[in-house]
């Protein structure tokens, strides 16, 4: 069974399997929509913010619902 793998690169988010090596990417697919699309329902189902930190700065992930323009 394929082992399947998720990553950024400069424009996209990626989901698919790498070669034997690890270093590149065997076949992929742009999830980006998919991907950013899931992580938001997640977090609102659990109810949940996401902390992360990248490059020595911490940051949080929330989603918070859109007020209608009138």
């Known amino acids: 069974m394929a ?8 424009f996209e988010i ?3 399997t790498l070669n034997k ?3 590149t ?4 697919s742009i999830v980006t929509d998919e991907a950013v699309s899931a992580v ?5 189902e659990k109810d949940e913010s996401f ?3 990248y490059e020595g700065k911490k940051y ?3 989603v918070t619902e859109r007020e209608e323009d009138d």
């Open 51 to 53: 902390l992360f930190d």
């Open 40 to 44: 938001a329902l997640f977090l609102l």
């Open 60 to 62: 949080i992930m929330t």
């Open 3 to 10: 082992e399947y793998h998720v990553g950024c690169g400069l």
């Open 21 to 23: 090596s690890n270093d």
């Open 25 to 28: 990417w065997k076949n992929k």
């Open 14 to 16: 990626y989901a698919g």
